[in-house]
């Protein structure tokens, strides 16, 4: 005689497989956000960290920007949520690599841990190389400052004045076609 599986028991392993198959997809720590509260309740340390890889994934970007980090923990872009989480995961894996923080490390070894994680599982791909592109548009878009500009890539930034044989061709009817009559001849 078959024995018969109640409802309860139905739901119970149905729940099972169903966090199982989550599980499977998105890292374990990400589901319970297990990460060192220290993240959430230090914001220098936070602010460090995040310092320490914009300046891996912008080369020449200068230290002490006001504006390096805030696209990470601002609330109008969807990373903020996951800010904390990430400064702790390239954190983690720093200290598990070299045996020292991700803010301490020269940048060959950071950047090695970035590399770490754009190379791991596909939830923490998605996380690294979003931050990757928040943090260069941040700096190179100039998002916070437009007037300031970026440098680094010639952007002087917007609302500048230039004199209009700065903008223009001096020679500007060298370019364009010949005048042409009503009835299709040129003049």
Same mark, same amino acid.
Not at 1 to 6: F, H, N
Not at 140 to 144: C, E, K, N, T, V
């Given at each position: 005689?078959?024995?018969? =599986?109640?409802r309860r028991q139905l739901l119970h392993q149905l729940g099972v497989i169903a966090a199982g198959l989550a599980a499977a997809c998105t890292p374990l720590r990400v589901l319970v956000n297990a990460y060192p509260e220290t993240f959430d309740d230090d914001p220098a340390l936070l602010d460090r960290v995040l310092r320490a890889f914009a300046m891996t994934v912008i !080369?020449?970007?200068p230290a002490d920007d006001p504006d390096l980090t805030r696209a990470f923990t601002d609330a109008d872009y969807p990373?903020? !949520?996951y800010a904390a989480f990430f400064a702790a995961d390239l954190d +983690? +894996?720093? +200290?598990?690599?070299?045996?020292a923080s991700f803010e301490r490390l020269h940048l060959a070894a950071r950047s090695a841990i970035v590399t770490e994680g754009l190379d791991a599982d596909a939830a923490s791909r998605k996380l690294y190389s979003g931050a990757i592109a928040l943090a260069q548009i941040a700096f190179?878009?100039? =998002?916070?400052d437009a007037k300031r500009g970026c440098p680094l890539i010639g952007f002087e930034g917007g609302y500048r004045w230039h004199p209009l044989a700065e903008i223009t061709h001096p020679d500007p009817t060298r370019f364009l076609a010949e005048a042409v009559t009503l009835d299709g001849n040129p003049a």
């Open positions: 005689m078959q024995d018969l =599986i109640s !080369p020449g970007a990373f903020a !949520p +983690r +894996r720093a +200290r598990a690599r070299f045996g190179y878009a100039g =998002i916070y």
